[in-house]
């Protein structure tokens, strides 16, 4: 009998009222530990930092700790739930970065979700920190907080929800060609979503912002609710629009039937249950569904193979081939904390993805990526980020 996760969760958070803690790492018990921890010995870091800003990178809690910071607009599976609802999802997300990547996150869950105001908050307390992670923040509210956060601060901002899950997917999409033997070049890939996840994706695996390489597809098609994204539609935001321009190069209409028609790939980044077995049957031969909507996919994979699917793919941690941003986004800023990153660019964010699907050696259909588990995996990561970073030249120069 499977477990009720639900029902579990509630037990867990009943029982220990916030999944992250602080905690001292220094020692507090005597006169000599207090004057050096604190007054009058604090007096001289701070000193040292009034006179060199740059010296709080390694005098302090900066030099590792994150701000997981959102509005609770888009917060899994579940929309607009508001900030205060999306403490527990920012909690946990704080538990992951500690625990696969060693850093030390901190939930900023806000009550406003206007993008300037978002990013005016986030500008004044980053001086607290050494990175951004920003998380469920509705698009296309998140490509503004995030442009104009990237404008400010001379740290590194990093949208998981588009990113991490570009990075993941870009991975999985790298071992299931040496599965299937398809070239990335030659794949049609359909996409249900186009919000963040769907849009970043889409530009990552276009290669956008990033010299070319084999990494590239070059035939997408992306869906919203309303169907497929054409350059005809009336009714797309800003960012639709601009994405539209780049992709649907027939500028083909229809349905997300329609658009599953001879693909090789579909990536789901929406809701539960749009996808049938027929969509799945109409595919290409070896097709790859990575149906990735939380907490329920867009098809359970058992329906999806029997409906001939060759890799089958989900968000859920309870199923077989796990597309997790977990896999990413520790070992993304652990790396990019390390080499004291000023930016998350293309070529850290390609070799994030690359060191993810070479971690696993020989990729099968039921494995194309590590286990979300794998606590290696983060280790790998943030070393490629880190040497992607330094070669890139997107570092500070000036380490006290």
Same mark, same amino acid.
């Given at each position: 009998?499977?477990?009720?996760?639900?029902?579990?969760?509630?037990?867990?958070?009943?029982?220990?009222?916030?999944?992250?803690?602080?905690?001292?790492?220094?020692?507090?018990?005597?006169?000599?530990?207090?004057?050096?921890?604190?007054?009058?010995?604090?007096?001289?870091?701070?000193?040292?930092?009034?006179?060199?800003?740059?010296?709080?990178?390694?005098?302090?809690?900066?030099?590792?700790?994150?701000?997981?910071?959102?509005?609770?607009?888009?917060?899994?599976?579940?929309?607009?739930?508001?900030?205060?609802?999306?403490?527990?999802?920012?909690?946990?997300?704080?538990?992951?970065?500690?625990?696969?990547?060693?850093?030390?996150?901190?939930?900023?869950?806000?009550?406003?979700?206007?993008?300037?105001?978002?990013?005016?908050?986030?500008?004044?307390?980053?001086?607290?920190?050494?990175?951004?992670?920003?998380?469920?923040?509705?698009?296309?509210?998140?490509?503004?907080?995030?442009?104009?956060?990237?404008?400010?601060?001379?740290?590194?901002?990093?949208?998981?929800?588009?990113?991490?899950?570009? /990075? =993941?997917?870009?991975?999985? $999409?790298?071992?299931?060609?040496?599965?299937?033997?398809?070239?990335? #070049? %030659? !794949? &049609?890939? @359909?996409?249900?979503?186009?919000?963040?996840?769907?849009?970043?994706?889409?530009?990552?695996?276009?290669?956008?912002?990033?010299?070319?390489?084999?990494? /590239? =597809?070059?035939?997408?098609? $992306?869906?919203?609710?309303?169907?497929?994204?054409?350059?005809?539609? #009336? %009714? !797309? &935001?800003? @960012?639709?629009?601009?994405?539209?321009?780049?992709?649907?190069?027939?500028?083909?209409?229809?349905?997300?039937?329609?658009?599953?028609?001879?693909?090789?790939?579909?990536?789901?980044?929406?809701?539960?249950?749009?996808?049938?077995?027929?969509?799945?049957?109409?595919?290409?031969? &070896?097709?790859?569904?990575?149906?990735?909507?939380?907490?329920?996919?867009?098809?359970?994979?058992?329906?999806?193979?029997?409906?001939?699917?060759?890799?089958?793919?989900?968000?859920?941690?309870?199923?077989?081939?796990?597309?997790?941003?977990?896999?990413?986004?520790?070992?993304?800023?652990?790396?990019?904390?390390?080499?004291?990153?000023?930016?998350?660019?293309?070529?850290?964010?390609?070799?994030?993805?690359?060191?993810?699907?070479?971690?696993?050696?020989?990729?099968?259909?039921?494995?194309?990526?590590?286990?979300?588990?794998?606590?290696?995996?983060?280790?790998?990561?943030?070393?490629?980020?880190?040497?992607?970073?330094?070669?890139?030249?997107?570092?500070?120069?000036?380490?006290?």
């Amino acid at each position: 009998m499977q477990k009720d996760f639900y029902a579990e969760s509630m037990k867990l958070h009943r029982k220990v009222r916030g999944k992250v803690s602080t905690e001292s790492k220094v020692p507090l018990s005597s006169k000599d530990d207090l004057s050096i921890a604190y007054t009058p010995g604090v007096a001289e870091p701070c000193r040292e930092i009034a006179r060199n800003p740059e010296a709080a990178f390694d005098l302090t809690i900066r030099a590792n700790t994150i701000a997981v910071v959102s509005d609770g607009s888009a917060v899994l599976g579940l929309g607009n739930i508001g900030g205060l609802a999306g403490l527990p999802v920012m909690e946990g997300k704080c538990l992951l970065f500690k625990e696969f990547g060693g850093i030390n996150a901190f939930p900023i869950c806000l009550q406003t979700q206007d993008p300037k105001k978002i990013a005016d908050i986030v500008e004044e307390i980053s001086i607290n920190f050494g990175g951004i992670n920003l998380e469920d923040i509705a698009s296309p509210n998140c490509f503004e907080v995030e442009r104009l956060l990237r404008e400010r601060l001379d740290i590194p901002v990093f949208h998981d929800d588009q990113h991490g899950t570009a /990075i =993941v997917v870009m991975a999985a $999409l790298i071992n299931a060609c040496k599965v299937t033997g398809n070239k990335m #070049k %030659d !794949l &049609n890939v @359909a996409f249900s979503g186009a919000g963040a996840a769907g849009l970043a994706i889409s530009r990552f695996l276009l290669g956008i912002g990033r010299k070319p390489d084999e990494y /590239i =597809v070059k035939n997408i098609i $992306l869906c919203d609710s309303h169907g497929i994204v054409s350059r005809d539609r #009336k %009714d !797309l &935001n800003w @960012a639709k629009a601009e994405i539209a321009k780049i992709t649907n190069k027939s500028n083909r209409k229809g349905t997300m039937a329609d658009a599953m028609k001879g693909a090789d790939v579909f990536i789901g980044v929406s809701v539960k249950g749009v996808v049938t077995q027929e969509m799945v049957k109409s595919m290409a031969n &070896n097709a790859v569904v990575l149906a990735m909507a939380n907490p329920e996919p867009e098809i359970w994979p058992e329906d999806a193979l029997k409906a001939g699917a060759k890799i089958v793919g989900t968000g859920r941690s309870d199923l077989p081939n796990q597309i997790n941003n977990v896999l990413a986004f520790p070992g993304v800023l652990k790396g990019a904390l390390d080499a004291r990153a000023t930016q998350i660019n293309e070529e850290m964010k390609l070799a994030a993805a690359l060191a993810i699907a070479n971690h696993l050696p020989k990729p099968t259909a039921g494995q194309i990526v590590p286990s979300a588990l794998d606590r290696t995996v983060g280790k790998a990561v943030a070393k490629a980020v880190a040497d992607a970073a330094i070669k890139t030249g997107v570092v500070r120069h000036n380490k006290t």
